[in-house]
């Protein structure tokens, strides 16, 4: 692919020239050893501790291409694979000739492990819709004064979103419930905070989970997380055909984004005795989760079906 005239070219992450202390990153993911993965909250606070301020937006493409053109990589969060429920992307160009869309690539991966470094401008943004066009923005204060994007009133309402993260993670699901009933005070339209809230209360077995899943869909027909929420809290319930319906609504979304549904999905389906169709579930698991953990009890299933 040629370079892009919309492309920053971004050094490759190594100790001598990461922009931010590497030795306080590794110190706070020590305080979550059981996490996979990164929390955004805490690297977003990170930057500020040393001079960058931040901007949590729903923008557009238009948007994220001005941010671009005025020199700036901004992280976006787009769906996951195989088991990871959705990622951090740093984005770093566009290319209106090839209408694609560039992601930064921070070292160059073994030959025979996947990656993406452009993707078609209509299926990032498709992707990018999934989680409401999410944009994260680090920039050097007086730089960050000057980006005219998105309502940035709705900004303390995105990031109590990520703070609520960080909170239920430490276990403080009072808190995180606040924090994320304060996000929906300052934006009622904010779709994330409805669906994190809804799995908050779904891991504590509360129906009242239901109405925010439905609230959060009512907002972005297509949030993939509240459906495969509601998908989760009547399997727990043996609601099998309601289950089935919610899964099978969020794999229409997004049949790669996250590989453990179609194992949920198989289950609610073999309850309900449909043999065909638990089969293809399960293989499906097992074809985007390759390295799930009951890889042989899931092999031994299928063989009993």
């Not at 892009?4 to 990461?18: F, T």
């Not at 050893?33 to 501790?49: D, F, M, Q, T």
């Amino acid at each position: 692919m040629k370079s892009s005239e919309h492309e920053l070219i971004l050094p490759p992450v190594e100790e001598e020239n990461i922009c931010l202390p590497l030795s306080e990153a590794i110190e706070i993911a020590k305080k979550y050893p059981n996490v996979n993965g990164s929390i955004l909250i805490e690297g977003i606070e990170l930057a500020e501790r040393h001079g960058f301020g931040s901007l949590i937006l729903h923008s557009s493409i238009s948007e994220l291409k001005k941010i671009i053109d005025m020199g700036i990589p901004l992280i976006v969060i787009l769906p996951g694979i195989h088991d990871t429920i959705q990622h951090a992307s740093i984005i770093s160009g566009y290319d209106d000739g090839e209408k694609t869309i560039i992601h930064y690539i921070p070292q160059q991966y073994k030959e025979d492990q996947f990656q993406i470094g452009v993707i078609p401008e209509k299926k990032f943004d498709s992707l990018w819709d999934e989680d409401r066009r999410l944009m994260i923005i680090l920039a050097p204060l007086d730089i960050l004064s000057e980006i005219k994007i998105g309502d940035k009133k709705l900004e303390k309402s995105n990031r109590l979103c990520f703070v609520s993260e960080q909170l239920n993670i430490q276990r403080k699901s009072d808190e995180a419930i606040q924090s994320l009933k304060k996000a929906i005070e300052i934006d009622n339209k904010n779709s994330t905070a409805f669906a994190l809230l809804g799995g908050i209360l779904n891991e504590q077995n509360s129906s009242e989970c239901v109405k925010y899943y439905e609230k959060s869909i009512a907002i972005n027909a297509r949030c993939y997380l509240a459906y495969r929420g509601l998908g989760n809290y009547y399997l727990k319930n043996k609601q099998y055909d309601k289950a089935e319906q919610y899964y099978t609504r969020a794999i229409e979304i997004n049949p790669t984004r996250f590989g453990p549904i179609y194992k949920n999905r198989g289950l609610a389906r073999l309850e309900q005795k449909k043999t065909i169709e638990t089969k293809q579930d399960f293989e499906n698991y097992l074809k985007y989760t390759p390295n799930a953990k009951d890889k042989q009890s899931v092999l031994q299933a299928l063989r009993e079906l």
